[in-house]
């Protein structure tokens, strides 16, 4: 039982590239999430999706796009990559709204830098 | 005004000290309360629910202030291991289950 993955763990790319960040589950979870976490500052969340098929934007959605493939995976993409996208992206899934809890179960990261 | 306030620290202490943690929310419709712990460069986990009426796992007790919008985190006994950076996280909204995370607060045990 692996939790929730990522790929890749780290990454450089240059301003104007694009690239896919790839998040799988395990756990049967209903919800996925993707979040950001720049220093001195809380995690942000990016997009998230209650269920396969439905994706919504949280915090700071703009210069991403999501796909939910289905019920494991969660992708996120950066059509043309920005300095201001450094930060270390982390895929994280719920049981929410099944199960009775809402914690939240987190990927080890990607660590994103765009020079 | 941050949704999720935490004294970012760092908090140095030594081992076998007791430390506290209060972190202030801003939403007074914050339904679900959380501790989790980041450890450096890794993932952040569970540490536990924060209940109304208080809860305690073995030297982690966690307080909700609801009229006052804040949650505290008291460590007993701290370990080495313990060293880490602590989020308090608030559950903003049940529809969608989003999460809002405050910051951190830092704390380094020392021998």
């Known amino acids: 039982n692996a939790g929730v993955t990522q790929t890749p763990k780290f990454q450089v790319l240059k301003t104007g590239q694009s690239m896919t960040l790839q998040c799988a589950q395990d756990?049967?979870?209903?919800?996925m999430y993707w979040y950001r976490q720049d220093p001195g500052m809380g995690l942000r969340l990016i997009y998230y999706?209650?269920?396969?098929?439905?994706?919504d934007k949280g915090e700071v959605p703009n210069g991403y796009n999501v796909s939910r493939l289905n019920k494991r995976e969660f992708s996120l993409r950066l059509e043309s990559a920005a300095p201001s996208q450094t930060s270390v992206y982390f895929c994280?899934?719920?049981?929410?709204?099944?199960?009775?809890?809402?914690?939240?179960?987190f990927g080890p990261g990607t660590r994103l830098t765009v020079l | 005004r941050k949704e999720v306030e935490q004294d970012p620290g760092p908090f140095n202490v030594p081992e076998g000290a007791t430390v506290a943690f209060n972190c202030t929310y801003s939403?007074?419709?914050?339904?679900?309360f959380f501790w989790y712990r980041q450890d450096c460069r890794k993932e952040p986990k569970l540490l536990m629910s924060?209940?109304?009426s208080g809860n305690e796992d073995g030297r982690f007790t966690a307080q909700l202030n609801r009229a006052s919008q804040y949650i505290s985190l008291l460590i007993r006994d701290s370990k080495l291991s313990d060293s880490a950076t602590y989020l308090c996280?608030?559950?903003?909204?049940?529809?969608?289950?989003?999460?809002?995370f405050g910051g951190g607060t830092r704390l380094m045990v020392k021998p």
């Open positions: 994280a899934s719920s049981s929410f709204p099944s199960g009775g809890t809402d914690t939240q179960y």
């Open positions: 996280v608030v559950n903003i909204d049940n529809a969608g289950n989003m999460l809002t």
């Open positions: 924060v209940y109304s």
């Open positions: 756990m049967n979870h209903n919800s």
């Open positions: 939403n007074s419709a914050s339904q679900s």
């Open positions: 999706s209650a269920s396969e098929g439905t994706t």
